[in-house]
Structure formats: C-alpha cells, structure tokens
C-alpha cells in the first residue's frame, strides 16, 4: 500500500515575522493539492493534532487540523487523528482535536487512558462508520478484528478508574496551572545563544538546542549534545529523555510546582554543559 507525504506545519520552520497560524496556513496548501490531486486513491489522512512526538516534539498551530477537517470532508476522504500522547489532557484540552474545533472519522487513545499503570488502547469511530460494518452475518460485512489481549478486564478496570479522576478532580484545569509553571521554568532560556527553540502544547514542552541561534543550524547529530544533558538530570535526581538535540518536559499530572522548578534548573544547567565545546 502506497503511503503519501504532506510537508509539515511544524512551526520552527517558519520565516522571521511569520506567525504560527500563517505558517500553518501556508504549509496546508500543499497538503490541499495532494488531496485534489489523489483523493480518489486516498482512504484517509492519518495525522498526530499539535505535537508530532517521536519526531522531536514538533508542534504546530490547530489551524492546520481545521482545514484538514473541511478538506477532507470535501474530498470525501477520512480523518484518522493518533491521540495516543497527546490525549487526555496532555495539550490543555481533553483531546486535541479540540483545539481546532473538529472530530475525526477515527481516534486512536493510549497512554493517558490507563495513567500509564497498565497498557490498554482503544480505537474511537463514528456511528456512520459504525453503521457500516453492521449488518446481518449472512451479508459478510462485518469487521472481524480481535487480539489475544482484548478487553483486558485488569486494563479496563484501570481506565475506568482513570477516567473518573478526570471526571472528579478537575485535571484539566490543574494541568493548566501546572503547563504555566513549566513555561516560567525556562523562560530565561530563551535569551541562551544556543537556545533556538521553547515550544509548549499545555503539558508538553520542548527545548531545542542549535549550534547558531540566528539561523537555527543544528548540532551534528553524532555529537548527542541532548545526550550530555540527560547524564547530568541523573546526577540532580532528574530524568530528561532527549530527543536528539531536543530536550522536553512530558511530566505525570501528579507532579508539584517545586518538580517543575525543579526540572527547569536542571535542564539549564544541563544545556549550559551540553553546549560548552
């Protein structure tokens, strides 16, 4: 099955003046022709809403996702958002989707669905779609999917238990709280030299090291720089994960402002190390 690529909004590529959202905007335009041109041989857009995570926390504006909800409905083609990180308050919203104002065809949730206590995935679709695949045996149109792990009852009894938390405790509203600690946690960062990047979707945020913060020139990559500063968090009781030359803060709701702060200190000092030869 061929798969089809559309440039990416990520928002550290625009030009100097350029807002998010124009950049969003400007990055779609591409994304539109390709469905003009191939919607017929497209069964659907499969997208990650606000942060492509694994590819170096990449964000971008919801715009982006708006568009693409009109586009595809106007193409006729399908709309698969993979919310698996970055559903279930992650972004400041329940889901992300949110932020742009739309629905998918399909969600896909993880991760957040069982507090990261036991695995345990859904997939989420439409009734339309649903409807679909709903029919009498003898038509042979049902969807027949199953695993050896299905409806874990462990699993399910965990979300359940996860999902009233978010019913009763108000997380969303606290994360919001807590994602305003994180970006005053390293806002001094932004004046570094070798800074060129602070990015934040509520309790996501990133920190992305150059070699030339006036043209964001990376680091090689085989120096690891993001590596250095890693093996300094373990040495302030602090675990930062890079990514590359990206450090980033992906922190459990159950955390305290003083963990933030924490972990803002930490990551300065690591960066200082990092960048010094």
């Not at 919310?83 to 329940?94: N, P, Q």
């Not at 690891?224 to 450090?247: D, K």
Request: a negative charge; hydrophobic letters at 40%.
């Amino acid at each position: 099955m061929e798969v089809l690529t559309a440039p990416s909004p990520d928002a550290f590529n625009k030009e100097a003046g350029e807002t998010d959202e124009e950049y969003a905007l400007r990055q779609f335009e591409a994304m539109e022709q390709l469905l003009a041109e191939k919607h017929e041989e497209i069964c659907a857009v499969v997208v990650e809403p606000l942060i492509q995570c694994a590819g170096g926390m990449r964000m971008h504006h919801p715009i982006y996702h708006t568009k693409l909800r009109e586009a595809c409905d106007r193409y006729g083609v399908h709309l698969i958002a993979d919310e698996i990180a970055v559903g279930f308050g992650r972004t400041g919203t329940l889901f992300a989707c949110e932020q742009s104002g739309i629905t998918p065809d399909f969600m896909c949730l993880s991760k957040g669905l069982t507090a990261g206590y036991l695995p345990l995935s859904v997939v989420l679709t439409t009734d339309n779609v649903y409807e679909a695949f709903y029919d009498d045996y003898e038509t042979l149109k049902a969807f027949l999917h199953s695993h050896s792990y299905t409806g874990n009852p462990i699993g399910c009894a965990v979300a359940l238990a996860t999902l009233d938390i978010f019913r009763d405790d108000n997380v969303i509203e606290n994360n919001r709280r807590l994602s305003a600690c994180m970006a005053d946690s390293v806002a001094h960062l932004a004046d570094h030299p070798n800074v060129g990047d602070i990015r934040q979707h509520g309790m996501t945020m990133a920190v992305e090291m150059v070699k030339n913060k006036a043209d964001k020139t990376p680091f090689p990559w085989q120096e690891r720089r993001g590596l250095r500063v890693y093996q300094h968090s373990l040495t302030r009781e602090a675990l930062l994960r890079p990514l590359g030359n990206v450090v980033y803060f992906m922190p459990p709701y159950v955390i305290t402002e003083e963990q933030i702060r924490h972990l803002g200190q930490v990551a300065s000092e690591g960066i200082d190390i990092a960048v010094a030869d």
